[in-house]
């Protein structure tokens, strides 16, 4: 079955520090790839989309690669602020609905 | 636009009574998910309707979950009775179409607490 896997522990970072979260999945080629910001008491936030046929896309201070050959999505923030704190959430196109991993906590330090 | 609108945000009920879960979705757009998300599960989709139409209820846990869409402005999911073990947050989200690469917008969710 379809499986997605975002690294469970909590992602500690210094803030102005670049901050890399994963996203693994296996059993799939999905065409395209989300990422969500979820904060707490709050439902996801759509942040970026990156289709099977681009490796990297950026808005502003994001950044997401897909790597279709390693099965693997990495999301980045760049100069990381404590406001970018939150649990981020991977999503693969499924066959009429997303799949979801998840999520990984990152925390930004000031 | 409000955005995906829940109700009630916050649920405390007893064991065994009814609890009726209710969104508004997104004017204008065609596709709905309810979803539950816990600690232990993440965020698991439960139906989804498209053009008021449930397409999909595989993720409806047992017969006590039930769901409609009467209207393209308003649906509900109902757990009768309830258990302890349906706590959880649960979310509705609406896509503007049927286009799975469609951005999902999710509304605050109601966080359900079954004693």
Same mark, same amino acid.
């Given at each position: 079955s379809q499986k997605i896997e975002q690294n469970? %522990?909590?992602?500690?970072?210094? %803030?102005?520090?670049?901050a890399t979260l994963t996203c693994n999945y296996t059993n799939y080629s999905p065409a395209?790839?989300?990422w969500y910001r979820q904060d707490p008491g709050r439902g996801p936030v759509f942040l970026l989309l990156?289709?099977?046929?681009?490796? %990297?896309k950026r808005k502003e201070r994001l950044k997401v690669t897909f790597d279709t050959t390693l099965k693997q999505s990495l999301f980045h923030i760049t100069a990381s602020q404590p406001a970018d704190s939150a649990t981020y959430l991977c999503a693969l196109e499924g066959n009429y609905q997303l799949i979801w991993g998840a999520g990984t906590k990152l925390i930004i330090k000031p | 636009d409000a955005g995906v609108i829940q109700s009630p945000r916050h649920e405390v009920t007893e064991m065994g009574q009814e609890v009726t879960l209710r969104c508004k979705p997104i004017s204008g757009h065609n596709s709905l998910f309810w979803y539950r998300q816990t600690m232990m599960r993440g965020l698991?989709?439960?139906?989804y309707f498209?053009?008021?139409?449930?397409?999909?209820d595989s993720g409806m846990p047992e017969d006590r979950f039930s769901a409609k869409m009467p209207n393209a402005s308003f649906s509900t999911l109902k757990i009768q009775p309830s258990e302890p073990r349906d706590s959880a947050v649960y979310f509705c989200a609406s896509r503007p179409t049927t286009g799975v690469q469609e951005t999902q917008y999710f509304g605050p969710g109601t966080r359900l607490l079954v004693l």
């Open positions: 469970s %522990e909590a992602l500690n970072i210094q %803030e102005g520090k670049t395209y790839l989300q990156i289709r099977e046929n681009e490796k %990297e | 698991e989709l439960l139906i498209n053009n008021n139409v449930p397409i999909d």
